[in-house]
């Protein structure tokens, strides 16, 4: 007697939603602040709630760089000075700790656009703005934020490759936003 075997059609992968959540992806720190806190600046004007946090660089000095708060404009240190000779990281945790209080409002107040200044070491390790941003992830908030080269394959991880990965140009970003919101001027 022949045996017969039946081959059960195997159901379709599940299809992996992508979030609304992108990264500006740059190999260089130099133009990207600018062009996220313009992007974010220029929905404002437009009408749209948009909040969070960018970089602004106050000076030469890597202490005079900070996290501004895009909706009440306060200042908070990213970086503090540790003196010569030191090799430790200079990141201000204590700033960072204060400035999320920016992404945690715009979670609460249902911002059409959530701004996290970067995506890097210390969201990649679990700290800096990665509860934040996770937060507004699993409500399905719009988040855009910046990474850099190095840090890539951590924001893909973070995002479970469902994360949008954009080239640093003001079309680009305005492409996706569209896509995310239905629209390009708020109603």
Same mark, same amino acid.
């Given at each position: 007697m022949k045996k017969e075997t039946a081959i059960a059609a195997l159901p379709e992968p599940p299809t992996v939603m992508a979030i609304p959540a992108a990264a500006i992806v740059h190999a260089h720190h130099a133009s990207v602040d600018g062009l996220l806190a313009d992007f974010a600046f220029g929905?404002?004007? /437009? $009408?749209?709630?948009?909040?969070?946090?960018?970089?602004?660089? /106050? $000076?030469?000095a890597k202490e005079d760089t900070v996290l501004v708060d895009l909706d009440h404009g306060l200042s908070f240190p990213l970086f503090q000075k540790l003196g010569a000779g030191s090799t430790s990281c200079s990141v201000d945790p204590g700033g960072v700790a204060a400035a999320s209080i920016a992404l945690r409002r715009a979670l609460d107040e249902g911002a059409d656009l959530a701004i996290a200044n970067r995506f890097g070491a210390l969201e990649a390790a679990g700290g800096g703005f990665a509860a934040e941003m996770l937060a507004l992830m699993s409500e399905g908030r719009p988040l855009l934020t910046v990474v850099a080269d190095d840090w890539l394959r951590d924001w893909r991880w973070f995002t479970g490759g469902c994360g949008s990965e954009l080239p640093a140009s003001p079309p680009a970003l305005e492409e996706w936003f569209a896509g995310v919101v239905g629209a390009g001027e708020k109603r």
């Open positions: 929905l404002r004007k /437009r $009408g749209w709630r948009v909040c969070g946090i960018v970089q602004q660089h /106050r $000076g030469e």
